[in-house]
């Protein structure tokens, strides 16, 4: 079983940057990949980015690509998203995930088994 922690997070205004944070434990984290997705009042949770389990691959739905980057560091078991440009539509809950191994296809797909965290709220105001 993987224990997955979210921090960061906060109210920011349009065009502002923020980070979040991500710890895993009760597996080898260096070998899933990790990623984050979102949730919006009112909206299904979408994805948002992944990352392979050594960080060579990543990956980014369209909209936050060239605005965020996902990175990690195994030695800490840390995975982090900086957020840069943000919107008012990035408003969301943001849920770090584990993935089932270290493709960052197990993050994306719901045919695998995966682990999330409770969540961290991002606001950007306009």
């Known amino acids: 079983q993987v224990h997955v922690v979210e921090s960061g997070g906060g109210l920011v205004q349009a065009g502002d940057s923020l980070s979040l944070s991500c710890t895993a434990s009760?597996?080898?984290?260096?070998?899933?990949?990790m990623g984050w997705f979102r949730q919006a009042p009112g909206k299904e949770r979408e994805y948002v980015a992944a990352i392979s389990s050594s960080g060579a691959t990543t990956h980014y739905e369209d909209s936050v690509r060239g605005r965020f980057t996902i990175s990690r560091d195994n030695a800490k078991n840390t995975m982090d998203l900086q957020m840069t440009r943000l919107r008012p539509e990035d408003t969301a809950v943001y849920y770090c995930?584990?993935?089932?191994?270290?493709?960052?296809?197990?993050?994306?797909?719901?045919?695998?088994?995966?682990?999330w965290g409770q969540g961290t709220q991002v606001t950007v105001s306009s």
């Open positions: 009760g597996r080898d984290f260096s070998s899933y990949a």
């Open positions: 995930v584990a993935g089932f191994a270290g493709s960052v296809v197990t993050v994306r797909s719901e045919f695998y088994e995966r682990h």
